[in-house]
């Protein structure tokens, strides 16, 4: 089931706490509202399940208009961050729940639970009480419970935040897995990058109840759009320029800053200044200046981490900024101690330029 | 949504008209009254002159005063150490005195005040006991009789609240004095006692309230000795029928007195109190055995001499009688049977205006809680107060202004059925409200939202969710009230007439007119249907009820 928002907007009291927000999931994609908290993500989960009445916008699953069906006759099914397992019934009882109140009859509830069981992986704890349960199968149950009822949308809420690290990493295959083999469309809300990126067709941004960026996890991390965009995936160095000239037969920028020149790859700017976003590991550290190279610095070492496959440096950038550049797999005659001069080199023909 | 918004905001209306037709009209009906003159109509302060004016009713605000004082230090003296000895070492018996020594919270102060009347009164078994070896014994009448019961069924109150306070504590932090070179003693003065102070001065508030609102045990123990809650009853019953001016004034001081009482217990005590989580609860130690037995001693004497008067009654019940003297020694069923055959309606009067007072006090207690609880909105805080506000108003003072409001004018229900059953719910639906909403506070409200998520609409949602984890709440509050309003006294007094006497009432007035042994089979009937279903409850959830109280 495709879901439309258009122009979504929820109040609470002067706050807007999702601010016009519009976007579309495809049939089958695995999408991600990711954002600091106060974002407005859970807001908006929440106003999809229809727990909320948006002040202004509309809802569509599919062709049909939502906003004013209850949230119990919506048809999505939802992973709460908690869980929210019913703590007076079994698992059985929990999962079967749903299909109850749709008046099922006694032996397909019985097939249909069993069969959600095998895919969840809790066989033989059927009867067991929610507390007597991990962390893990209580999200078992509650992601089984959501599923059973073969909803048209699957609605998490931060369904990861309550488990251990290693744990969150076998789940949210697990979930990813899951969701592929029923191919039902997914509504997933958290704060955390990696999670977002290792389980998400599409991603969406969302920074202060409005929309920052929408796009696959590559596109978002190879080309941001905005400062919070890169910032908050993956980490980024960001450096203002003034721009000098614009070379239309090669698409390139002329830019400086703090004396040094650059040579960048982008559309004409719109205006004087121009900011740039560049992943540590981007940055080459190289010999030292060359002829016919651009974009090449130096700067000194304030501080590096060496951590095995790769070292992190911080080093003084153009007008005294620090930049961080990640060297993978660094010789060890190169590595450079602190109060030493780094050459380096900002990537000439990728495309850095982003919006304030 | 919307609509569902519609429906509890004519519900919160609805809770607030109830709430102002039972509490706050009667209350303002009353203080008005106090400002007018019986006679002429007009306003006037004559009842305030008269009450500064005349030495006697001045002396009645002393001596509740000085009763209540007194009683409370007695029972800080008793459940501060009664509260450590059990909490920190090992005693014989101690889950035993510990769940005896809180019946005295739930049993009727005025069938201890009967007890100690049978063993001490005029005609008492000691009394008599006594002259018979010529030893002149104290006379139980008079603020000794009233100190006596009061700190004896008192007393748990702060041993329940310090001993909270005292498990509360972590080991660690004992520890961090003793590491910093503190001895035992000082550990105990400079950490132990000043983190428990919070719990010590709650109990003094409750202690004190409790005493001060007592009608029971001063009206039939006192004679001669009168206190504020005494004095406002008769002056409401000699000016029945006329404007109680003088009823009102004598109400409108004690309800300053317990207002005041209850604002400062709940904003200046209860915001001192220390939160801690115990993690490592303190050790409890083994003493050697003659400060073991010591310690014993006092726990279980005291536990023995606060339920003493009880068995003193049950006993009474069985015992042949005839007007004020008993034949200790020889056994009779006559007091039951004729309680029972030729009397019975108290009996049913008592148990069908509890249960039916209960039955409302569910329904309110439930849907206030949520509307407290999970529809916060301006009005919460409000309705917090407005729902609550009983507990800090004397019982005596809650049936005056209800008699005098409901006597006449638009809505009459003084001398009817229905004006009891809507003290009784409204005094005790606060029990209910705060183990549910207690609750309801720990139910994370995405368990409902998993419920209307997976296709049942909100109201199905709450019955077939939220009530059943909810449901042990509701029926501890459920019990509290039934059996608190089975042993209500000094409301049902005021509002009851003819026909609807409750047990209590016949219990008190067979006191009153010396009639000891019907009195011990009813007050024994009490007795057994209050222990009765406190048992039950405490055996099938393991519930401690007097800590919800």
């Known amino acids: ?356 | 949504m919307r609509k569902s918004f519609h429906a509890w905001n004519i519900i919160l209306v609805a809770i607030f008209a109830i709430l102002f037709f039972a509490v706050l009209y009667p209350i303002l009906y009353i203080f008005k009254a106090s400002f007018v003159n019986p006679e002429t109509g007009a306003f006037s302060l004559k009842s305030y002159a008269t009450f500064l004016h005349y030495p006697y009713y001045l002396r009645c605000l002393r001596n509740s005063l000085f009763v209540s004082t007194l009683s409370t230090v007695l029972t800080l003296a008793i459940g501060i150490p009664f509260a450590f000895f059990l909490s920190r070492y090992k005693i014989p018996g101690k889950n035993l005195i510990r769940t005896l020594g809180t019946l005295p919270l739930i049993l009727p102060t005025f069938i201890g005040a009967e007890a100690w009347l049978i063993l001490l009164g005029r005609n008492g078994l000691f009394a008599k006991a006594f002259r018979g070896i010529d030893v002149e014994i104290p006379s139980i009448y008079g603020w000794k009789g009233i100190v006596l019961v009061f700190t004896l069924q008192f007393f748990p109150f702060v041993f329940l609240m310090v001993s909270a306070a005292l498990n509360a504590i972590d080991r660690s932090l004992e520890e961090a004095a003793t590491n910093l070179g503190a001895g035992r003693l000082r550990v105990f003065f400079t950490v132990t006692l000043p983190v428990v102070t919070p719990a010590i001065l709650s109990g003094a508030l409750v202690v004190f309230y409790l005493c001060i609102e007592n009608f029971g045990v001063p009206v039939l123990i006192g004679e001669d000795f009168r206190v504020l809650s005494v004095q406002a009853y008769n002056e409401f019953i000699s000016e029945l029928g006329g404007s109680p001016s003088m009823a009102g004034a004598l109400s409108m001081i004690l309800l300053a007195i317990t207002l005041s009482l209850t604002v400062f217990q709940k904003y200046w005590v209860e915001r001192k109190n220390y939160t801690m989580t115990s993690l490592n609860p303190i050790q409890v130690k083994r003493l050697r055995p003659l400060p073991t037995f010591l310690i014993w001693f006092f726990c279980a004497g005291m536990v023995f001499v606060a339920l003493f008067p009880f068995a003193v009654v049950m006993v009474s019940s069985i015992t042949k009688t005839q007007g004020p003297v008993m034949y200790f020694g020889q056994f009779s069923l006559d007091n039951f049977i004729r309680a029972v055959t030729i009397a019975p309606r108290p009996i049913i009067n008592s148990f069908f205006l509890a249960t039916t007072a209960t039955l409302i006090g569910i329904v309110f207690g439930i849907v206030v809680s949520y509307l407290l609880v999970r529809k916060r909105g301006a009005v919460s805080y409000l309705l917090d107060i407005l729902v609550m506000l009983p507990l800090a108003i004397a019982g005596t003072v809650q049936g005056i202004a209800l008699a005098a409001t409901y006597n006449k004018g638009f809505i009459v229900l003084t001398g009817t059925w229905m004006i009891l059953v809507l003290a009784y719910f409204i005094r005790k639906a606060p029990y209910s409200i705060k183990t549910t909403s207690s609750l309801l506070q720990q139910i994370d409200p995405s368990i409902e939202e998993a419920s209307i998520n997976l296709g049942v609409p909100p109201v199905r949602s709450f019955i077939r969710v939220v009530l059943p984890i909810m449901l042990p709440g509701i029926i501890a509050g459920a019990i509290i009230m039934w059996v608190t309003t089975l042993a209500e006294l000094s409301t049902t007094i005021v509002l009851y007439y003819g026909p609807w006497a409750t047990m209590t009432v016949e219990i008190f007035q067979r006191i009153g007119s010396g009639d000891f042994g019907p009195a011990s089979a009813y007050a024994t009937i009490l007795i057994i249907s209050v222990l009765i279903p406190l048992f039950i409850l405490n055996r099938v959830s393991g519930k401690d009820l007097a800590s919800s109280l």
């Open chain 1, 1 to 356: 089931m495709r879901v439309e928002l258009t122009n979504i907007t929820k109040l609470f009291g002067p706050l807007r706490a999702v601010d016009d927000v519009s976007l579309t999931i495809e049939e089958g994609d695995f999408f991600t509202l990711l954002g600091p908290s106060g974002c407005g993500k859970t807001t908006l989960l929440r106003t999809i399940a229809g727990f909320y009445n948006p002040d202004a916008g509309e809802i569509r699953f599919g062709e049909r208009l939502i906003n004013h069906i209850p949230a119990h006759r919506r048809e999505t099914g939802m992973v709460f961050q908690n869980y929210a397992l019913f703590p007076h019934l079994c698992v059985f009882d929990n999962i079967a729940y749903g299909l109850r109140a749709r008046k099922i009859p006694k032996p397909e509830i019985a097939e249909r639970v069993g069969r959600i069981i095998k895919i969840v992986q809790l066989e033989g704890l059927e009867h067991r009480a929610p507390s007597k349960l991990s962390g893990g199968q209580q999200q078992r149950v509650a992601l089984a419970r959501a599923l059973v009822i073969s909803p048209q949308i699957l609605l998490m809420d931060e369904p990861l935040s309550n488990l251990d690290a290693k744990l969150r990493v076998s789940m949210r295959e697990e979930i990813r897995r899951i969701q592929k083999e029923l191919g039902i469309t997914t509504i997933y809300v958290t704060h955390d990058q990696e999670e977002a990126m290792a389980v998400s067709d599409r991603i969406a941004i969302l920074n202060r109840g409005r929309l920052e960026q929408i796009g696959a996890p590559t596109e978002i991390y190879y080309r941001p759009e905005s400062r919070f965009s890169a910032e908050f995936m993956g980490s980024s160095n960001i450096i203002e320029m003034e721009v000098t000239g614009w070379d239309e037969d090669h698409s390139r920028i002329a830019a400086k800053t703090a004396g040094q020149t650059f040579s960048l790859r982008g559309d004409k700017p719109s205006g004087a200044r121009i900011m740039i976003s560049v992943r540590p590991e981007w940055i080459r550290a190289v010999a030292g200046r060359r002829d016919g190279e651009d974009n090449i610095l130096s700067g000194t070492v304030l501080s590096s981490t060496f951590l095995g496959s790769m070292i992190r440096y911080r080093v003084s950038g153009p007008g005294g900024k620090p930049i961080v550049i990640e060297v993978h797999d660094p010789e060890e005659e190169n590595i450079r101690k602190n109060g030493e001069i780094l050459w380096y080199q900002l990537p000439p023909d990728r495309s850095l330029v982003i919006r304030g």
